[in-house]
C-alpha cells in the first residue's frame, strides 16, 4: 500500500496568514491527488483533485500543487471558515489511502 | 443540488452486524461510482469499500473484506453496507461518499455520515 505523510499534524495560524500543507507520498503517484477539508458534524468537502484542479464552488483561495512523490496545499489567505483538518488522498494505486491529516487552529 | 444521506448506524455487540444506506438525491445515481470511507474516533480516514454505477469493480480495504459487503440498488438509488462480524475497530462515523469517474479514484461529494459504535 501507499502511505501518504502529511506534515505538519497541527497548524496554528492567524486569519490572513498564507498556510502550506505538504503532503508526502512513498512511491510516486503522479498528479492522482486530492484534497478534503472535514470540519465536526458537517459532510467533508472536495477541494482539489488531480493534485492541482480546483474543485466546482472551491474558493480560489485553496490552490495545489506537485506531482510524483511530493504535493501542496496552499490557502492564500486564511479566512475564519477555514479553521479546519485537512486530508490528502491518492488514487494512483489501489487501495486509495490517506494522509493523517493536518488540523489548522486559531493561533 | 446533490445529496447523500447515511443511515443505520448505532450500537452492536462485538461479531454482530449492522447494514448501513445511504439514500442519494440529485444525480445520476446509475453513473459513476459511490465509496465507503471512515474515521474512527480521533483518527484519521480510512477508505473501506467502492462499487461502480453498475454493480462491477467491487474492492475492499484488506482490513474488511470478507466481512462487509458493499451493493446498490438503482431503482432506490441507495447505497448499502453490510457489516458482519464486527470487531472494536470497526468503531467510527461511517460516510458514503460519490466518485465522479467510472473508477475508483476520489470522492467529490460526501455525506454527513453515521456513527457505528461497537461494544459490549
Known amino acids: 500500500d501507499i502511505q501518504m505523510t502529511q506534515s505538519p499534524s497541527t497548524l496554528s495560524a492567524s486569519v490572513g496568514d498564507r498556510v502550506t500543507i505538504t503532503c508526502r507520498a512513498s512511491q510516486t503517484i503522479s498528479i492522482w491527488l486530492a484534497w478534503y477539508q472535514l470540519k465536526p458534524g458537517k459532510a467533508p468537502q472536495l477541494l482539489i483533485y488531480k493534485a492541482s484542479s480546483l474543485e466546482s464552488g472551491v474558493a480560489s483561495r485553496f490552490s495545489g500543487s506537485g506531482s510524483g512523490t511530493e504535493f501542496t496545499l496552499t490557502i492564500s489567505s486564511l479566512q475564519p471558515d477555514d479553521f479546519a483538518t485537512y486530508y490528502c488522498q491518492q488514487y494512483g494505486s489501489y487501495p486509495l489511502t490517506f494522509g493523517g491529516g493536518t488540523k489548522v487552529e486559531i493561533k | 443540488q446533490v445529496q447523500l444521506v447515511e443511515s443505520g448506524g448505532g450500537l452492536v455487540q462485538p461479531g454482530g452486524s449492522l447494514r448501513l444506506s445511504c439514500a442519494t438525491s440529485?444525480?445520476?445515481?446509475?453513473?459513476?461510482?459511490m465509496h465507503w470511507v471512515r474515521q474512527a474516533p480521533g483518527k484519521g480516514l480510512e477508505w473501506v469499500a467502492f462499487i461502480r454505477y453498475d454493480g462491477t469493480n467491487i474492492k475492499y480495504a484488506d482490513s474488511v473484506k470478507g466481512r462487509f459487503t458493499i451493493s446498490r440498488d438503482s431503482s432506490k438509488n441507495t447505497l448499502f453496507l453490510q457489516m458482519n462480524s464486527l470487531r472494536g475497530e470497526d468503531t467510527a462515523v461511517y460516510y458514503c461518499a460519490k466518485d465522479p469517474t467510472l473508477y475508483c479514484y476520489y470522492m467529490d461529494v460526501w455525506g454527513k455520515g453515521t456513527t457505528v459504535t461497537v461494544s459490549s
Open positions: 440529485g444525480f445520476t445515481f446509475s453513473s459513476g461510482g
